[in-house]
């Protein structure tokens, strides 16, 4: 079953509208967090526990923008996919991705089984050993 051009119109519009949203929020968080707002954190540093703060507020920054530049990026290769005529193929088996999994996770990579399955050996090889 592939996708109809209706589901991948909306689809694609939903995408669109993430990738909108996703690119705000990033200029939003970037803008809070310049240079001269960490300058003026690190300013107000009056010890060592002051100081880890600051670089702790300063790497959580670093790594929300991180995370959503990677939610970008899958935004625009799901918008890539649909141009090419690749969308909603699973990279793991090769079948198509249910219209109801895409539309609840635009950006899925995997059909329900293969992403089951990709998270219990990564559950299993990430366990605790004795």
Known sequence: MSL??????????????????LRDELLSR???SDDASLQNVAG?????????LASTVAEHNLMLA?????????VEDALNE???GEYGRCGGCGSDIAF????AEPTAKLCIQCQKT???????TES???
């Open 82 to 84: 649909i141009d090419q």
């Open 4 to 21: 109809s051009q209706g589901q991948l119109r909306e689809l694609n519009t939903t995408l669109r509208q993430q990738r909108a949203r």
């Open 100 to 103: 109801e999994r895409l539309r």
């Open 118 to 124: 990709q998270e219990r050996l990564q559950a299993e």
């Open 66 to 74: 991180d995370r959503l530049g990677d939610e970008i990026n899958a």
């Open 44 to 52: 107000q540093v009056r010890d060592w526990g002051d100081e880890s």
């Open 30 to 32: 970037l803008e809070s």
């Open 128 to 130: 605790p050993t004795l």
